[in-house]
C-alpha cells in the first residue's frame, strides 16, 4: 500500500476459527486437514473397495469424511468434540450420503470399536501409541489402517534394524503388523497449522495374527533390550536390576509349576514383568525405551540364575550384539532360547 499507516493486524486466538464458526484448539490435538488434494491422495492411497465399511477417527468437519463416503459402502466417524459432531450432522444432513454415516460422540480409546473393514484417521498426536496398540488388538482382524501421525513417530513405527529410530514402538508394532511410509505431510496443510510435519502410514495387521502370550514375552524382552539400545546385551543382562526381575518371574513360575503341573505353562502371561502397550511412548532422544533401570553395577559372580542367563546368550551368540543392529527374527530366536532354558518375560 502506498502511503498512509499501516494497520497492525491483531493475534488471532490459538484456535483458528473454521467458516462455520467452529475454532479448533492445539491443545487438543485439533488439526483439521485444508488441503483438497491431499485429502484426495489419502483416499486414493488407502486402497478403499466400494464394499468396506470404514471406520474413519477423528473426522472434524468431514472434508475427508466425505471422500470416504464416495468411495467406501459407509462411515463410522468416531469424534470427541460434540460441536465437530453437530457440525457432521448439519453437513450430511438431507444429503443422499445420510443413511451411510454413523457418528459416535465419544473419546475413542474408551469405546468399543465396531466391525470394519479399513480405518483411516487423522488423530490428535498425544494419543498415537495407545491407539495404534488399540487398533492391533481389535478383531475380527481388520485389512489396514491409514493413520497420520506425527513425522517422528511414524517414522519410528517403519524403522528398521540400525536406523536411528530403530527402538521398541518399531520391533512391538512390526511383529504384529507390516508398517509402510505413504507420504509426508508438511504442517501448513492443516488448520491451524502444528509446529511439526507429519506423516502418513499404513498398517497391515500380519494373518495369522501372532499368539497373545507371544506378544507379551517379546515386549518384556523389548522392554530389557531397547533400555540402552546401544549397549550390548552382555552388559545389558548383567544389570542387577534386570537379573533381579528376571529371576523373580523366573522363581515364581518355577513355584507355579510344580503346585499346578502343565496348566502353570499357560499362566506365564498372568506374571509381573512390568509394563503395558499403552507404555510404548515416542522419546526423543536416542531412541532408548523409557523404562528406567538402574544400572546397579553387575549382579554377584557366583549367581547361578546370572550364568544361567549369560548361558543363554553365549548360546545364540548375542552376548556381544545390541539390540539397535538385530532383526525380528534375531529377537525371536533370543526369545526363544530363553524360554527354552525356562525364562519368560510376561
Known sequence: MAGGKIKREKAKPAGAPYQGGISFHKSKGQHILKNPLLVDTIVQKSGIKSTDVILEIGPGTGNLTKKLLDAGKSVIAIELD???????????????Y??????????????DLPYFDICVANIPYQISSPLTFKLLN????????????????????????????YC????????????????????????????????????????????????REFDGLMRICFNRKNKTLGSLFRQKTVLSMMEKNY?????????????????????????????LKMEVDDGDDEMEL???????EGSEFKEKVLS??????????????????????????????????S
Do not use: W
Not at 83 to 92: N, S
Not at 98 to 111: A, H, W
Not at 294 to 300: A, I, L, P
Not at 325 to 342: C, D, I, M, R, V
Open 82 to 96: 460434540p460441536r465437530m459432531v453437530l457440525e457432521l450432522q448439519r453437513r450430511f444432513q438431507g444429503t443422499p
Open 98 to 111: 445420510s443413511n451411510r454415516l454413523r457418528v459416535i460422540q465419544g473419546d475413542v480409546l474408551k469405546t
Open 138 to 165: 481389535h478383531q475380527p482382524a481388520f485389512r489396514c489402517v491409514v493413520i497420520m501421525f506425527q513425522r517422528e513417530f511414524a517414522m519410528r513405527l517403519v524403522a528398521q534394524p540400525g536406523d536411528n529410530l
Open 168 to 215: 521398541r514402538l518399531s520391533a512391538n508394532t512390526q511383529l504384529r503388523a507390516r508398517v509402510f511410509h505413504l507420504l509426508k505431510v508438511g504442517k501448513n496443510n492443516f488448520r491451524p497449522p502444528p509446529k511439526v510435519d507429519s506423516s502418513v502410514v499404513r498398517i497391515e495387521p500380519r494373518k495369522p495374527a501372532p499368539d497373545s502370550n507371544l506378544v
Open 251 to 279: 522363581k515364581t513360575l518355577q513355584a507355579l509349576q510344580q503346585s499346578q503341573g502343565d496348566m502353570a505353562v499357560g499362566m506365564v502371561g498372568n506374571l509381573d514383568f512390568g509394563g503395558t502397550e499403552e507404555d
Open 294 to 300: 538402574e544400572d546397579g553395577g553387575e549382579g554377584g
Open 312 to 345: 543363554v546368550l553365549k548360546e545364540g551368540d548375542f552376548e556381544e550384539k545390541r539390540s539397535s543392529k538385530l532383526t525380528q527374527q534375531e529377537f525371536l530366536y533370543l526369545l526363544s532360547l530363553f524360554n527354552k532354558a525356562g525364562i519368560h518375560f
